[in-house]
Structures are given as C-alpha cells and as structure tokens.
C-alpha cells in the first residue's frame, strides 16, 4: 500500500480493506467517498485496483486514469495507479500501451515495491515477444509455447495433451470458466527465463491468463492455481494453503504424505506454518500443505474444502477441520517405514577423511546437461534420510565421513520418481 496513503482517514480505510482482499467493500466505500468529496490521495487507485483484481479491467480504467492525473495523487500513488493500468492494458490485449505504462513506472522508480512489479510485467511482455520465434501448439484451453520442443523428452503433442488433460481432470473440481485460453509459456533453460523475466520459475499470473513454467514441471501445478482463481475465486491467500493446492493437484501422484514426513522429519504445528509461514521453508510448505490438502479432502466434506480454498484463513480452518487436522499432525509425526528400507539399501564405503559439504561442493560434483543453468534440484540423503539443506547446515562437518554423488538414471531410481539432476549421499558419525 502507498505510504502517502496512509495518511488520510478514508485512504488509510481503503487500504486496510484493500489489503485484506474486500474488493467489494473498498469499492462501496471508494465510489461513496468520490461522490462527497472528490478525488483524495489514492481513493481511485485503490478502486480502480479493486476492479482490476476482480478482473473487471475495462470498469478499472477509468479510476487509474483519474488517480494517475489527478494534482492530488502522490508520486507513488501516481506510479502503482499507472502500474495498474498497464496490467488492465496487457489483460486487454494492447501491449503496446501496457508497455508503454510499465517502462514509464520503472523509470520512475517511485518505490522498490511498485518498481518491481512493473519490472516483472515489463519481463512477461519481452518473454512473449521473444516467444513470437518458439513453436507454439494450441489445445482446447492452452497455447503453449515451447522454447525447446527437441529437449521435452516427449513429442510435443504429446506434451500438450498431458497438460490438457491435467487440465481436465482438475477443473472437474475447481469448475472453473476462463475468458480465453491459457498462455503457457515452456522454458528449457532456467537461468535464461529469470534473466528475461526477473523472477524465478515456475508462477501463474491468473488475471493475465499466463504461466511460465520449466520444461521438467509436473503437468498440474501451475494449472491448478489458474483454476482455483477463475474456479473458487481466493480472498487474501494464505501461503500453505495456496502452495498446497498447487502440490495436491499437481497429477503427479506422489505419495504426499510420505514427502510431508520427509521434509518435516518429526512432529509439527499445523497452524503455526499457516500463520507463520516465513519461519518456515518452500521445501517444508509445499509439501505439508499439499499432504493437508489431501487428508482434507479424504476426511472432511468436499463443500467445506472448498469454502476453505476460497477463505484461507487459519480461523476457518480451526472451525471447520480442528478435529482433521489434530489427526493429520499424528499422522505427519509417524516414522516414515520407507525411510529404513531406504537407509539399508545405501552400500557400505570406506570412511574417508572428513569433509566440509556447501553448496559449491554439491553444484561442482552434479553433473548437469545444461551448464549455464545455475539451479538445480538436488536430493541430499544423510545416512539415507532426505534433509534440506537448512538441516544438513546444522551437521558438525567432522562428523561427516563420506560424500557420494549419484549421477546416472539407474543409480537415481533407487532412491525417488522425482526428476533431479543429482542425488547426494552423505554418512555421519553418530
């Protein structure tokens, strides 16, 4: 919210509202207040960004615009009301004005946080014109735009009528209705997607009908946050529950569950990750939120599910599922039996002199077809038990005593059906 914002009565209210995603009340209360007493420091910007977030971008305009002229708009209320008006242009098709808007809003760079957004708008916009050169295939619902259709390890047909029938057997749940097809954009190399679009992959832009994804995702996850948008149509979004969604639609048909205890390794507060989740990692979010999701829909009525997907808030979860989840926390708490088996198939090695493991370490040992790729996904074993990297911070380095790198796809099978670039693993002295 723009600080200037704040500093008037009925600003200071539409932002609270606003923050709180009540579109519909800062609409009320804007248009009410612009009847009495004209344009204040922000009060269009904030309707005009009610509407474009209800995306109803056309009625959105008219309020950015008069935000964006206005004598009485501070210059960060002036750049998040052009900001907008570009996502208004771009959802309506006219580029060139929305490009025009957001390179106007970086140069400005009212605020780290308004400067931002532009950038990364501005980075969709110059993906797609650099995408008017990859090979596109449409589907019913999708345009996809592949930059490498040689590197999919599919045909890419067939790659498309996966994802369209990911598609289809999710939105058998969400019963979502979108205005046009998606644009689905698939990249083959990370590193060259977040120099273009200045943030990471994969991400749903839902009111741009937009999905960036790597070329290696499961077919559902980004699909399953454009459908609960249009579907179910989320308030104020929680982070667990959104990520989880995301991970218990992904039509990768994990065991969810086994992943959650992986990753938790032990008993863990259900509602302190939802309403602290940046005490938390992506790498225990994710799949705690996707197990929950799942043992929800398993024990609970799918009406209540659902009503919890469109208000993620830790208070509806403790009215409609305490008893779910007080059972789903013993259940995540349980030892996990395939990590024994898992630990006694590791082969006996030699102890070898103790060594320090970073993260350099692991990146120089992981053998990877794409060198300028800078990320990669790594499973760290220690003593056959997954640890994230947080955890294995934790281990005394002396006490390491052994250090393997699994490269090739027989030797990864053993271990998971998740696509990585290398496993890790490391032996402790008790």
Not at 71 to 97: F, H, M
Not at 326 to 351: G, I, Q, R, V
Request: with cysteine; proline share 5%.
């Amino acid at each position: 919210m723009p600080a200037a914002a704040q500093s008037q009565p009925i600003t200071g209210e539409l932002g609270r509202l606003y923050v709180s995603g009540q579109l519909d009340a800062v609409i009320s209360l804007g248009d009410k207040d612009l009847r009495a007493h004209g344009e204040q420091n922000g009060t269009s910007m904030f309707v005009g960004r009610a509407y474009a977030d209800k995306q109803q971008f056309q009625t959105a305009i008219p309020y950015l615009t008069k935000s964006l002229a206005s004598t009485s708009s501070s210059a960060d209320v002036k750049a998040w009301s052009e900001a907008y008006l570009g996502t208004c242009y771009y959802a309506l098709q006219e580029y060139p004005k929305a490009k025009q808007a957001f390179e106007h809003v970086v140069a400005a760079a009212a605020t780290k946080n308004v400067t931002a957004y532009a950038t990364k708008r501005l980075g969709m916009l110059r993906a797609q014109e650099m995408a008017a050169n990859w090979k596109l295939i449409e589907t019913a619902h999708f345009r996809f735009h592949l930059q490498a259709p040689e590197n999919l390890g599919v045909a890419p047909e067939a790659y498309a009528a996966a994802h369209e029938q990911a598609y289809e057997t999710e939105n058998r749940f969400f019963q979502a209705t979108l205005p046009r097809k998606i644009e689905y954009y698939v990249w083959d190399e990370r590193a060259a997607a977040v120099q273009v679009l200045s943030q990471n992959l994969g991400f749903t832009v839902s009111e741009l009908l937009t999905i960036h994804a790597l070329k290696n995702q499961t077919k559902g996850h980004e699909t399953a946050h454009m459908l609960v948008a249009y579907g179910l149509r989320p308030g104020p979004q929680s982070r667990l529950i959104n990520e989880g969604i995301a991970v218990c639609f992904d039509q990768s048909h994990r065991n969810r569950l086994q992943e959650a205890r992986q990753a938790i390794r032990g008993t863990v507060d259900i509602w302190k990750m939802w309403e602290q989740p940046q005490t938390y990692s992506d790498e225990q979010l994710y799949p705690v939120g996707g197990a929950l999701l799942e043992y929800l829909l398993a024990h609970a009525p799918e009406a209540d599910v659902k009503q919890l997907l469109r208000e993620q808030t830790p208070q509806l979860g403790r009215k409609l599922f305490s008893k779910q989840i007080a059972e789903f926390e013993k259940e995540l708490a349980k030892p996990d039996p395939t990590l024994a088996a898992k630990a006694a198939s590791l082969p006996n090695t030699t102890p070898a002199a103790p060594v320090k493991l970073t993260a350099a370490a692991v990146n120089a040992a992981v053998e990877r077809n794409n060198t300028a790729d800078k990320f990669y996904k790594v499973l760290i074993l220690v003593n056959g038990v997954p640890v994230t990297g947080t955890q294995l911070q934790q281990i005394n380095p002396q006490k390491i005593r052994d250090v393997k790198v699994l490269k090739t796809k027989e030797e990864l099978q053993a271990y998971t059906e998740v696509e990585l670039n290398g496993i890790v693993l490391v032996q402790v002295e008790s």
